[in-house]
C-alpha cells in the first residue's frame, strides 16, 4: 500500500485553490474538480484580512498579492450623513488588528494568482459533481459530464449549494436576514472621493449600511449595499439589480454614498441567508471546508479568510497523511477548525445586526461601536499555522 493519498477537492473557488496551494507539496496526488468550463468571476471584491494574508506569505503567495491589492488596516465608520464615528481612534480610522496588513482584491485577479500557482495537470474542468460513494476500496466520484473518479479523499469545497455536503446528509436550513445586497465596481477616476482611497469605509444607519473599498492595486472602487427586504432573493452573484431602486435606498445620504450610486453602469443583487453550524464536517475520509462547511453572512468580510484558514490547516494535518492514519488526521483538523468558525459565524450575525442599527443617541453608537470592533480583533489575529503544528505535535505524543 502507497503512503501517497489521491485527493480530490471538489470545487475550484477560493476555498479549493488554495487548499491545493496548501498541498503542493505534500507528495499525495491533487485533482481539483471544478464544474466551469474555465476559471472565471463577475466582477468582485474580497477582503483578506491579516489572519489569511499571513497563511498566503507562508504559501509563497504574498508577492503576487500585493501587486493586485490594495492595503488595508482599519476601516473608517460613517453616519448616514458622513460624519466620521468618534470611536477613540485617531481620524475615526479603527484598526482592524495589530498583526500585520490586509489586502483588497479584486476576486478573479486572486483566483488567476491561486490558478497559475498550480500545476495546469491539477485541474479538471467541466466536473460538476453529481454522486460520491465510499466503500472499502475507496471514493468513487460521479459527474454530470459521465465521468468518475476514484481517490482516497474527498474534500468538499463546493460553495454554500454543496453536493458534497448533500451527499453526507449534512445541509442546515437557510434563514433569510431580511436582507438584500447590491454590489458593483466603479473606476476611480470617476469618483471626486476615491483618489487615493485606503482600507474599508463603511457608512450605516437607518436599516441600512453602505461599504466601499478599493480593488485592483486600487484602481477600482468595490460597493457592496445592505438594504432592508421583505421577499425573498435568491443566492447568485449573477442576478442583475436595479440601479435606480438601489438610488432610492440612499437618498439623502452622505453625497459620497449617492454619488458613487451614479457612478455604476450595473450591480447584482443577492439576498443574505443565515444558517447554524453544522455538528460536524466529516464522513469517513470526506470532508468539507469553506462555505460548504460554514457559510456566514458577509458582515465580517471574513468568509475567504476562513476558508484559507481551512486550507491552509489541511496543508499541515495532510502532511504524511497515510490510509490508515487518514481518519485520525480529518479528526484533528475539524478539531482545529469547528468551534472557532462556528464563533466567527456568530460574530458575523452580530455584526450585521450592529452595522444597521440606527442609533437614537450617537454617543451610544459611537462607544457601542468602538467597543466592539476592538473586541473581535481575535478573529483576525488568529495564527493558523501555530495551532495546526501544536496540534500535530500533541497527537503525536
Known amino acids: ?5 489521491k485527493i480530490a477537492i471538489v470545487g475550484g473557488g477560493i476555498a479549493g485553490l488554495v487548499t491545493a496551494a496548501a498541498l503542493r ?9 471544478e464544474q466551469a468550463d474555465q476559471f472565471r468571476e463577475i466582477g468582485a471584491g474580497v477582503t483578506l484580512h491579516p489572519n489569511a494574508t499571513r497563511l498566503l506569505d507562508k504559501l509563497g503567495l504574498g508577492d503576487a498579492l500585493r501587486e493586485i491589492g490594495s492595503p488595508t488596516a482599519g476601516v ?3 453616519s448616514t450623513t458622513g ?8 481620524h ?24 497559475r500557482a498550480l500545476s495546469p495537470n491539477s485541474f479538471r474542468l467541466s466536473h460538476r459533481c453529481a454522486d460520491l460513494i465510499e466503500d472499502e476500496n475507496g471514493i468513487t466520484l460521479t459527474f454530470e459530464n459521465g465521468a468518475s473518479a476514484t481517490c482516497d479523499l474527498v474534500i468538499g469545497a463546493d460553495g454554500i449549494r454543496s453536493v458534497v455536503r448533500q451527499r453526507l446528509g449534512l445541509d442546515t436550513p437557510a434563514t433569510s436576514e431580511g ?27 437607518a436599516g441600512r449600511s453602505f461599504l466601499c473599498y ?3 492595486a486600487g484602481t477600482m472602487i468595490n460597493i457592496v449595499a445592505f438594504v432592508p427586504t421583505d421577499r425573498d432573493s435568491a443566492e447568485s452573484w449573477s442576478a442583475l439589480g436595479d440601479l435606480a431602486a438601489l438610488a432610492a435606498e440612499y437618498r439623502g445620504w452622505d453625497s459620497r454614498v449617492g454619488e458613487t450610486i451614479a457612478a455604476l453602469n450595473e450591480t447584482y443583487v443577492w439576498g443574505i441567508y443565515d444558517r447554524p453550524p453544522l455538528s460536524h464536517w466529516t464522513r469517513g475520509h470526506v470532508t468539507l471546508m469553506g462555505d460548504a462547511a460554514h457559510p456566514m453572512v458577509p458582515h465580517l468580510g471574513q468568509g475567504a479568510g476562513q476558508a484559507i484558514e481551512d486550507a491552509y490547516t489541511l496543508g499541515i494535518v495532510l502532511q504524511g497523511a497515510t490510509p490508515d492514519n487518514l481518519s485520525d488526521r480529518l479528526a ?9 468558525t462556528a464563533r466567527v459565524q456568530a460574530v458575523a450575525r452580530q455584526a450585521g445586526q450592529f452595522y444597521r442599527t440606527d442609533f437614537s443617541d450617537p454617543r451610544e453608537r459611537d462607544a457601542t461601536m468602538g467597543t466592539w470592533m476592538k473586541e473581535v480583533r481575535w478573529i483576525l489575529e488568529h495564527d493558523a499555522d501555530a495551532a495546526a503544528r501544536s496540534e500535530m505535535e500533541r497527537t503525536r505524543t
Open 1 to 5: 500500500m502507497t503512503d501517497k493519498l
Open 83 to 90: 460624519e466620521t464615528i468618534d470611536t477613540g481612534e485617531p
Open 179 to 205: 436582507v438584500m445586497a447590491y454590489r458593483g465596481m466603479v473606476p476611480v477616476e470617476k469618483l471626486s472621493w476615491a483618489k487615493g482611497a485606503e482600507g474599508l469605509y463603511l457608512w450605516m444607519g
Open 25 to 33: 507539496d505534500s507528495g499525495h496526488e491533487i485533482g481539483i474538480y
Open 332 to 340: 484533528s483538523y475539524e478539531r482545529l477548525r469547528h468551534e472557532r
Open 92 to 115: 475615526g480610522d479603527v484598526p482592524l488588528s495589530d498583526a500585520g496588513r490586509g489586502y483588497n482584491v479584486h476576486r478573479a485577479e486572486f483566483l488567476d494568482i491561486l490558478s
Open 214 to 216: 478599493p480593488v485592483s
Open 76 to 78: 473608517r465608520l460613517m
